[in-house]
């Protein structure tokens, strides 16, 4: 199975006010997620954002947003360019092809030899 990970493509500091301790500094991050599976390695065009507040540690949701906060997560929402969806295939998938490819053609060979029949 693939395991899922998030990677971070853009993150950024942000003045407005903390609506939990009132201060001027929040990080806005946003990640990508990316699937990592032995036969392959796939970006997928999923993102997700988080607000963190770095005095007071705390995660802020979007209920908690106030006007100031939600233009500025939207600013920088449409700065982000995440990656092109795609698929990579690792090694050990070309492998698995070569050895099946080889297979069926010493098989479809002895076949053809008359050492097997089906």
Same mark, same amino acid.
């Given at each position: ?40 390695? +796939? ?7 988080? =607000?963190?507040?770095?005095?007071? &540690?705390? $995660?802020? #949701? ?27 295939? +690792? ?7 070569? =050895?099946?490819?080889?297979?069926? &053609?010493? $098989?479809? #060979? ?9």
């Amino acid at each position: 199975m693939a395991k899922p990970e998030f990677k971070i493509i853009k993150e950024a500091p942000l003045t407005n006010n903390c609506p939990e301790c009132f201060n001027q500094d929040l990080t806005i991050r946003f990640f990508q997620k990316h699937l990592h599976g032995p036969f392959y390695h +796939r970006v997928t065009s999923e993102l997700k954002q988080e =607000l963190k507040c770095n005095t007071c &540690g705390s $995660l802020l #949701y979007p209920v908690t947003w106030t006007e100031d906060i939600e233009r500025s997560v939207e600013y920088y929402g449409k700065a982000v360019t995440p990656q092109k969806a795609s698929m990579r295939f +690792r090694p050990l998938f070309f492998i698995l092809v070569l =050895l099946g490819v080889v297979l069926v &053609g010493g $098989l479809v #060979y002895l076949y053809l030899q008359g050492a097997i029949e089906f």
